[in-house]
């Protein structure tokens, strides 16, 4: 009898073991497919409007997303950093680079919320009322594009999601 409690033992402890190793991608997969939504999201808008697709831009992405880590990891919710750095120092630091370009130009635009207040469509809606978001989200001028989503406990509220959208522009 202890034989097979040890054995259900090391078989329970080896189904968590998975299911943990499990967890993770899972995770990160949701985080990216808000990412992916809130994209789509903002080119449908943009479509239905005429206006030009925005096309992923690594630095932006990188930008977009470190910036929503930071505000989820230290609990505050702005477009300066705690150190003061602006979407556009961000973005340069990220690599979007302004050397060689005659212009260039980004604009961002942030949210969180939790449970279906933080949902991708739901985040994008609370944008598209808001005269200035929508005013950034269809903006002419942009081209490229990153957005940056993660979740976690946000000032004490566990399951909040956070969002990031840097746009941007850079003329030759």
């Known amino acids: 009898m202890l034989r097979s409690i040890s054995a259900a033992c090391v078989a329970l402890m080896l189904v968590l073991a998975v299911a943990a190793v499990a967890a993770g991608p899972v995770r990160a997969s949701q985080d990216t497919a808000n990412e992916t939504v809130i994209l789509e999201l903002i080119n449908h808008a943009r479509a239905q409007r005429g206006l030009a697709p925005l096309y992923v831009h690594a630095a932006l992405s990188r930008a977009a997303l470190a910036h929503s880590r ?14 003061g750095a602006t979407c556009a120092v961000r973005t340069r630091r990220a690599g979007y680079v302004t050397s060689g370009c005659r212009s260039w130009a980004v604009s961002e635009v942030i949210g969180w919320g939790m449970s279906s207040v933080g949902t991708p469509q739901a985040i994008f809606n609370a944008w ?3 005269s200035y978001h929508r005013s950034v989200i269809l903006g002419r001028r942009w081209r490229d594009v990153g957005v940056g989503c993660v979740s976690g406990t946000f000032q004490g509220a566990p399951g909040s999601w956070m969002y990031t959208v840097d746009m941007g522009r850079r003329i030759k």
């Not at 930071?70 to 150190?83: A, L, N």
């Open 70 to 83: 930071d505000m989820m990891r230290h609990h505050y919710f702005s477009h300066s950093s705690q150190s």
């Open 128 to 130: 598209m009322r808001s």
